[in-house]
């Protein structure tokens, strides 16, 4: 039942002032809705997220949600020209920001929340 129903991320934050300054300013989200001390944002494929204030941010070690992008070299490139600092992780196929393996390069960073996202382009 569920694999026919969208599915969304939750992005955790300890202050949402400050996040929706990285994320609307930094990033160019547009805010779709404003709820429960939130913001939601809309993507392509009528994909979204909900931004919501927690003391619990940026707890988590693993990404948080991820873009499927078709140019990773692209987006990492523009994303670094807004200031946003990619994570070097010490693994096979890391260059530049960049993984390249399992028939996906992906590239990941933290929001001001020390929330984990990632950049994924297919391969295949």
Do not use: H
């Amino acid at each position: 039942m569920l694999q026919n129903s969208p599915m969304y991320a939750y992005l955790p934050a300890k202050d949402v002032a400050r996040a929706r300054r990285f994320y609307e300013g930094t990033l160019g989200f547009k805010p779709k809705a404003e709820l429960s001390g939130g913001v939601a944002y809309e993507f392509a494929g009528g994909s979204a997220c909900f931004l919501y204030p927690t003391p619990n941010a940026g707890t988590s070690q693993a990404s948080q949600a991820f873009w499927d992008v078709l140019d990773i070299e692209r987006e990492v490139d523009e994303l670094k020209a807004k200031g946003v600092r990619f994570e070097e992780y010490d693994m096979p196929g890391m260059r530049n920001g960049i993984c390249t393996a399992g028939g996906a390069k992906a590239a990941w960073f933290k929001d001001t929340e020390g929330n984990i996202l990632a950049i994924v382009q297919r391969l295949t």
